[in-house]
């Protein structure tokens, strides 16, 4: 079976790599990029734990095939900490919100997507942003208080800096 | 596996037609990946059609309705200001379907395509009177929606054919549309009934409507007897009540593990009755 070059910037590092046709963007990540903070759930899109996004959308790594990444921009959870580590990353650890962690990185790129969009989310604002993101150890109620508090700050930082 | 990226609709076409393997369009992916993952298909050609011009663009039509690419995600029809204030009852159809990160792959040529009669943004589109571009190895002809669920899974493409955009007619003045579904949670189910209702008013009354209902039947339904019941009427308490009887006559659902036959029957009812509602309220230039 003939494999596809790809060609594609991931967390701002241009990267090529060969992918069978039928080989998903997360088996990608993972395998040929060893990029394994992005993780495997269900593999059919139902639980967000893949979650990345592709020229700025949020969407399941596990539901795209990495040929369809070819020229695009990818951003996954190892590009979220920059000068230490991202808000949101901080707000996760002061609340507890994780037990297990293997929804983590999903439910961090998810809210980082969230963040960008709409600074101020309300409480069903994130729930509903969220709601692709399954945590089986249920920590909900920290997961979401975290982004709150994590908007907050970065709402005060922004006026801050301006 | 073949992995064909065409420039073209009519090359697409003959890629599909010159196939003898197992064949699957990609647009979005959403079903499609989720099919080959559990081998419920393992495609010999997979045809990517995002490669094609156009098919990411929103345009308005010459008359004034609209012109959806084929591989626009949901995420982009729900930030769409102007398609959201001539058809929010489509664009919230398509906006119940899976989560965020779905909404960001997931189209409405695939939605209608994969031939779910519970696929959410079907009801939506039926009722605006969308009409799709087929195009196959012999060119392209223009069809309405309802006419391409053939049940459950099922098209009535022929082999070689595929739809190339997706129209919604103008809105026009005095018109309201929307959708409802019912599922027992608030988020990221499939409808156990839904229902999109599509009017418009001269003064207080009702003078066209069409009234679609989703996972009653093989297919998503187009109900002459349901939009007969409310036209001609102010949308009284009289008039949704004969809604409501027309709802649960037109339904001939299935029991199954979401819902049983009798509670389907019921809430079609009164999702119709909801619905027109709101499309009623939309049309009235009141916010719903």
């Known amino acids: 079976m003939s494999k596809i070059h790809v060609t594609a910037t991931v967390n701002g590092d241009p990267v090529e790599f060969l992918a069978d046709p039928r080989e998903t963007l997360l088996d990608a990540l993972r395998n040929h990029l060893d990029l394994t903070g992005t993780k495997e759930g269900c593999g059919t899109g139902d639980c967000g734990a893949c979650s990345v996004t592709v020229d700025g959308t949020l969407v399941c790594s596990c539901l795209m095939l990495a040929a369809e990444a070819n020229g695009k921009r990818v951003e996954t959870i190892e590009g979220m900490a920059r000068d230490g580590l991202h808000p949101l990353q901080r707000k996760f650890i002061e609340h507890a919100a994780l037990q297990c962690g293997f929804c983590t990185p999903g439910i961090l790129v998810a809210a980082k997507a969230l963040l960008e969009r709409n600074p101020d989310p309300s409480e069903t604002e994130i729930r509903y942003w969220l709601a692709g993101n399954l945590c089986r150890c249920t920590g909900y109620d920290k997961i979401v208080r975290a982004v709150q508090d994590a908007a907050a700050e970065m709402r005060q930082d922004h006026r801050g800096a301006a | ?288």
Not at chain 2, 36 to 41: D, E, Y
Not at chain 2, 67 to 92: Q, Y
Not at chain 2, 179 to 199: H, K, Q, S, W
Request: net charge neutral; with cysteine; charged share 20%.
């Open chain 2, 1 to 288: 596996m073949r992995y064909h990226t065409p420039t073209s609709f009519s090359d697409a076409a003959a890629i599909a037609a010159a196939s003898s393997g197992t064949l699957r369009f990609l647009a979005g992916g959403t079903d499609v990946l989720v099919q080959m993952r559990a081998g419920m298909v393992q495609p010999d050609d997979l045809i990517d059609l995002k490669h094609i011009p156009g098919v990411d663009r929103i345009e308005r039509t010459a008359e004034g309705g609209w012109k959806i690419g084929i591989a626009v995600p949901g995420i982009v029809l729900g930030g769409h200001a102007e398609l959201m204030r001539d058809w929010p009852g489509v664009v919230e159809g398509m906006n119940l379907v899976g989560s965020t990160q779905v909404q960001g792959r997931a189209t409405l040529a695939g939605n209608l395509c994969n031939g779910s009669p519970a696929a959410d943004s079907v009801p939506g589109l039926i009722a605006a009177g969308a009409t799709v571009t087929v195009t196959g190895p012999n060119g392209s002809r223009e069809i309405p929606v309802e006419a391409v669920p053939a049940g459950p899974g099922k098209t009535n493409l022929a082999r070689g054919e595929l739809i190339s955009a997706i129209t919604l007619p103008p809105r026009g003045k005095n018109g309201g549309d929307a959708y409802l579904r019912f599922i027992p949670r608030t988020e990221m189910d499939i409808a156990v009934v839904g229902c999109a209702v599509n009017l418009r008013l001269d003064g207080d009354k009702v003078v066209e409507a069409r009234v679609a209902l989703g996972a009653v039947a093989p297919t998503v339904l187009l109900s002459d007897a349901c939009a007969r019941a409310i036209i001609g009427t102010t949308l009284d308490d009289a008039a949704l009540i004969a809604l409501a009887k027309a709802a649960e006559g037109e339904a001939k659902p299935i029991s199954d593990k979401r819902g049983t036959k009798e509670f389907r029957i019921e809430v079609a009812g009164v999702l119709a009755r909801r619905a027109a509602k709101i499309a009623y309220d939309r049309a009235k230039g009141m916010k719903a």
